[in-house]
């Protein structure tokens, strides 16, 4: 694109509006939060939360201080390193499940009846089995995604139109050529879309996860992460950090999504010429 | 079909309404960006009543045409009138979608979630004009005409496509247009149950006089139905050869036979084949 | 062979049959001749054949009451006749008819025939409709001898729909028995056997040391169903079911209050796009944060410990339902709006009309994934504040040690989650017969 057609696109109507919106969001977010100080009525629920002045301030502190990207560091290490584990355990298993029919029947119903439980129940049992605090949530990191993966990997392979396959039969594939060619390419795109949002689920047990045990009775533990900060800034008493901590997390899944997106554009040029 | 079809029942003396004026048309997408015409200066003058149709190789721009006429697109320059009135052209570059003008989509557009029945009572119940009870009686009368009593309470999904193509096109008639307007209709059916659909809209044709711009690349098709047959250049598009089908009506699948048709048939051919030819070597996406 | 395939191809309804059935048909076609003058049948006869010329001529007269006169007419090579042998609930001739010359003709038994096509319905009903569609025009016939023509699709499926209405319990049904007879539950059983035996194994047998603490299937099945549990908790305990409820009440709260706000909010961001531009951004800015991030924040907003969890369950919930909403206004064809705007109906209306019937399909996924997502949160909630309820079950079995409740909470919180996710999905099926129809006839 070229430059004028790119701040054409940033000052677009609809670009203004949006800003627009989120602008009068904030003003009465600040005014609903400074209600007590500036009219002497505390107006219910907003009346209680941090004004956005206030958060701004508190985080152009954090910026200085080296424990609160410690802290990002953290979150994102677990988050990477239970999605990496949920992608390695669960695409292998995903695509068997879906080339043998048989070994469908026997793991598909167990899949099924285990996914309802929601990962944080496990977090008990997870402590329980698992000799570190860090491999706990780790554990349950990696079946937040699993499921998702798993299940979006089944949906790709499913969806192959079966005259791929059998163009390639009768042109002579072997059964592994026509796996690693036709199978795994075309089921990268559902794997992608299932990355996207198995990476919005890790981020959520990930933060309950370093709230619930880095702020339960375990104490310390493992220790940092962002949902840590955030639970110990509640604890502390520093409220405008709380929501530092929670827009905090909101870049930081972003981030993350975008990464993957891309990754994901790069697996997958074919489909950009839609 | 009634055995008893008045003679002559192919003029057009006896309809009033529906004539389309297409003056000097001209469309481009993305008129700053890449800048493609679809439409180049087209000009085609459509009397009251007459089954005109459109041929021509795919993506030429046809659609576009069509969609202009329809009110689903905006023209660049150039103008269209129905009955004398303005559609659209300088000043008003989109005409406002309507029920003189009715539209059956290539993929077909009932409502899933209606019954036939429903779906056929639609317009008349979305306009709101009579009663429900006069709209519905109107709406099973029809049904019967069309041979397509008993499945009035099936939905669309439930019935085969040719079936559900006319209870589409009795729905547009509910409405009473001038127009109807065809997109590549017949295009997904497999060619058993086309020539069925083609007998099947001429005898709804001859009941109901209509204008009709019918799009397709089906030259069969054209020549078996159409009065006349425009065919179009590859993109942009542009009328390059009109013909005149003088096969009298009533016609029946034993035209297809017909010396006649094989004359008009050869005549054509060459003209559609060139411009296939210009479309396949540049490559076009299918419209 | 190929002489009676060309004088099939030649009658004007077997026109356009494909060869495989035009050789089947003429395999069950027979031969006969007549003598000039000889008659072929009467009217009032049992009509079993259909007749096609072959060479010659007849004479075919028309004997039907109701007004029409008698009608004459001749039949020459190609020429069909008898077709009342086709007709439904006619099981007598129409005609006379004798033959005129020396004539030779081949009958086609019309059972048989009607036998045949049953095997290619689509091709069955162009056929019968040629007939219809001959039958009028050559004949002068009333309309109700033409309309005893059985159309094959339309029978079959008019046949299996009327009066029979196919319901959601008809369709399990159906689904349950074919499921039955093949190997797949056998299968499932397997599969449970390796999990449930691998668990027994490595606790209970084997002893091995990561499971140690682990309580055993034996134990957690003994306590869950057993009268007087040793940690006070079964299926028999009122406890049990406390916890439960208490759990669902919040779900169905929060889930309801979210859809109430969720599905409009999303039918009018995909619907308008103006209200699109304005609201999404802000949404798309608030939606990534994960809804755990808000705990601490609904504590200090709401008072009270059951409103924040009820808060972060309607929280999660919401931004779900609204997306897929969005996504489901946005995924509907053009087409048909197009197709409403052409038929009269004002904006609002095709937004009634059109785009909230079109949209069901996807706002009922996105329903499906709230509801899982909800218990998600909910559990976590409960975890954290709250009083009964299965999450805190399971997080007050963990810090009192008294681990076979903990398997109980979560075995009790899939089946739970399972059912709430199945009732909503069967509330999709009921509002929407006419996707199960579709559904159920398969490909047309």
Redesign the interface.
Known sequence: MSISKFTDKLFSRATLRGIFAIGIFMVFWEVGARSEEWFGYRFPFIGLVPPPTDVFVSWSGLIADPSYWQSWYMSFLRVFGGFLAAMVVGIPLGLFMAINKSFYGMAFPSFEVLRPIPPLAWVPASIIFWPTQELSIAFVTFLGAFYTIVINVLGGAKSINKQFLQAAQSMGASQWDMFRRIVLPATLPSIVVGSAVGMGITWEVVVAAEMISGGGSSGGGAGGGLGFFIWSSYVGGSYEQIIVGMISIGIAGYISSELLRQLGGLLTPWLKTR | ???VIEENVGSLADVTSGAINIKDVVKIYDPDGAAVMAVDHCSIDIPAGEICMIVGPSGCGKTTLLNAI???HDITSGSIHLDGELLCGPGKPQAK???D???V?Q???L????TNLDNIA???M??GNQSKAEIYDKARSMMADAGLS??E???P???????RRRVEIV??LM?DPKVLLFDEPYRAL????K??MH?ALLEIYYRNKVTIFFITHDLEEAIFLGHRLIIMSSRPCKPKKIMEVDIPHPR??SVLTSPRFRELMNEAKDVVHEEAQKAFDAGEKEG | MDQLVDLLKSA?PF??VPDNLIRDIAGICTQHSFAAGENIYNLGDTADDVYIVSSGSVQHILGVDSGTSQHEKTMRSGDIFGWAAVLEGQNTRLAATSSKEPTEVIRINGKELTRLFKTDP??G??VM??F??MI??E???P?TISDQVPGF??AL??KS??GSEVTTMALTVYRISTWLKSPRPYLMLIGFAFVLGFWYLSVEVWKLPRFVDMPGPTEVFTEWFSEDPYYGLSIYTPEYYKHIGISLQRIAFAFFLATGLGVPLGLFLGWSKSFREFIFPLFEVLRPIPVLAWVPLAIIIFSGSETPVIFLTFLASFFATTLNTMLGVESI?E??S?????????RW?TFI??VI??A?PYIFTGLQISIGVAWFSLVAGEMVSGQYGLGYLINTAYMMIEYPKIIIGMITLGVVGYTTSAMVRMMGDYL????V??LA?GD?
Not at chain 2, 157 to 163: F, M, N, Q
Not at chain 3, 338 to 346: D, E, K, M
């Open positions: 079909m009634s055995a329809a009110g689903f979608p309507g029920s003008r009715i539209v989509f993929n077909g557009a409502f899933p979630w209606k639609f317009g008349p979305m306009v008993g499945t309470n099936n939905f999904g439930e019935v085969s496509s040719g079936l729905r547009a409405n497999d060619s058993l149950t020539s069925v007998e029946d699948y | 004007m026109r356009m689509a091709v009903d162009v409709t040629r219809a569609t009028n025009k004949f002068y016939v309309r699709k339309q499926v008019a729909l009327q064809d087409s048909y197009r197709a409403a705007y052409c038929l009269g109906a004002s209306q009309h059109v019937p079109g069901m929407m017969q006419w996707r129809r579709e006839l047309n």
